[in-house]
């Protein structure tokens, strides 16, 4: 069950505090904006002593795929933690300050691959530790080139879907299909790709709903994501596909439901960049709950 999996993948920031300058510890700061703020800039400005910046897009973005974000080849993500110094032998401990938004990507690109266990997600990340009053650096650390292994082909293929799994969930009702963008990108208002709009029959469920948004941005207590999805009919032995634009919140979303207890949840890493850019799938518009109109 991806739940089991994933519990003893957290850890908070008195355990990181304990083993600041262990050398088989990697800290990588993740954050990553769309606002037009640059994260290696922040980075900069700021980050957790003997942490090295990691650009999500860079490492597990296959920049050859026409469809935007989506999971590069498992030798090209291990070639880019090869090339930050992060080998076999390291523990990875990953930050951002969104709860993890952007560690949950680094986090599904693992877990897809075998590796999962390789990774740690500090709670809270830096928007905990900085309120903690923790000790922070500017300097950026040197890692020699190290040797990072994954194997070439999926070890937990069930943890992705794509077009045709969401096609034959709306068919068969084989999963639920969630969107866990904005509403304004769910109804259609904000169009971010040549169509917008939602998968048909989806249900919204916004993933900043499992985080203390305005507090240290700490995942809520799972049985508080175990009713909040409840009222969409969605339990933890529900099928569930995840989707966002780029497959990023998305995975947050798969990780904070795998973390509350839900057994069966994958990502489908193309959506909105690849479903709402198609001209051959079907879309619909408006509010949940058959308030939209099909197109």
Same mark, same amino acid.
């Given at each position: 069950?991806?739940?089991?999996?994933?519990?003893?993948?957290f850890v908070d920031t008195g355990w990181l505090a304990e083993r600041l300058g262990n050398p088989l510890v990697r800290i990588v700061d993740c954050r990553y904006y769309?606002?037009?703020?640059?994260?290696?800039?922040?980075?900069?400005?700021?980050?957790?002593?003997?942490?090295?910046?990691?650009?999500?897009?860079?490492?597990?973005?296959?920049?050859?795929?026409?469809?935007?974000?989506?999971?590069?080849?498992?030798?090209?993500?291990?070639?880019?933690?090869?090339?930050?110094?992060?080998?076999?032998?390291?523990?990875?401990?990953?930050?951002?300050?969104?709860?993890?938004?952007?560690?949950?990507?680094?986090?599904?690109?693992?877990?897809?691959?075998?590796?999962?266990?390789?990774?740690?997600?500090?709670?809270?990340?830096?928007?905990?530790?900085?309120?903690?009053?923790?000790?922070?650096?500017?300097?950026?650390?040197?890692?020699?080139?190290?040797?990072?292994?994954?194997? @070439? +082909? /999926? #070890?937990?293929?069930?943890?992705?879907?794509?077009? !045709?799994?969401?096609?034959? =969930? *709306? &068919?068969?009702?084989?999963?639920?299909?969630?969107?866990?963008?904005?509403?304004?990108?769910?109804?259609?208002?904000?169009?971010?790709?040549?169509?917008?709009?939602?998968?048909?029959?989806?249900?919204?469920?916004?993933?900043?709903?499992?985080?203390?948004?305005?507090?240290?941005?700490?995942?809520?207590?799972?049985?508080?994501?175990?009713?909040?999805?409840?009222?969409?009919?969605?339990?933890? @032995? +529900? /099928? #569930?596909?995840?989707?966002?634009?780029?497959?990023? !919140?998305?995975?947050?979303? =798969? *990780? &904070?439901?795998?973390?509350?207890?839900?057994?069966?949840?994958?990502?489908?890493?193309?959506?909105?960049?690849?479903?709402?850019?198609?001209?051959?799938?079907?879309?619909?518009?408006?509010?949940?709950?058959?308030?939209?109109?099909?197109?």
């Amino acid at each position: 069950m991806v739940s089991e999996r994933l519990t003893a993948h957290f850890v908070d920031t008195g355990w990181l505090a304990e083993r600041l300058g262990n050398p088989l510890v990697r800290i990588v700061d993740c954050r990553y904006y769309f606002d037009g703020r640059d994260g290696y800039e922040e980075y900069r400005k700021g980050h957790i002593p003997g942490a090295r910046y990691l650009d999500w897009t860079v490492v597990t973005v296959d920049p050859h795929d026409p469809v935007a974000y989506r999971l590069a080849p498992s030798q090209y993500i291990a070639g880019r933690l090869g090339e930050l110094g992060i080998g076999d032998e390291h523990l990875i401990v990953g930050y951002d300050d969104e709860g993890g938004h952007f560690v949950a990507r680094l986090w599904l690109a693992l877990a897809y691959y075998g590796k999962a266990d390789r990774l740690r997600i500090l709670e809270g990340g830096w928007t905990r530790w900085v309120a903690e009053g923790r000790s922070t650096a500017t300097d950026e650390p040197v890692w020699p080139r190290a040797a990072f292994h994954l194997p @070439s +082909t /999926p #070890v937990h293929p069930e943890l992705v879907a794509d077009a !045709r799994d969401v096609l034959e =969930a *709306l &068919a068969f009702g084989k999963s639920v299909v969630l969107d866990v963008r904005r509403l304004s990108e769910y109804t259609g208002e904000e169009v971010r790709a040549r169509h917008g709009g939602h998968v048909p029959g989806a249900r919204h469920w916004f993933w900043q709903r499992s985080l203390d948004w305005d507090g240290l941005r700490m995942f809520r207590p799972p049985e508080e994501v175990r009713a909040g999805l409840a009222e969409l009919g969605v339990t933890t @032995s +529900t /099928p #569930v596909i995840t989707y966002c634009h780029g497959g990023v !919140r998305a995975a947050h979303a =798969a *990780l &904070a439901l795998a973390r509350a207890g839900f057994r069966h949840v994958r990502v489908y890493v193309g959506s909105w960049a690849e479903w709402g850019n198609r001209d051959d799938l079907p879309r619909a518009l408006g509010l949940p709950h058959g308030d939209g109109r099909e197109s």
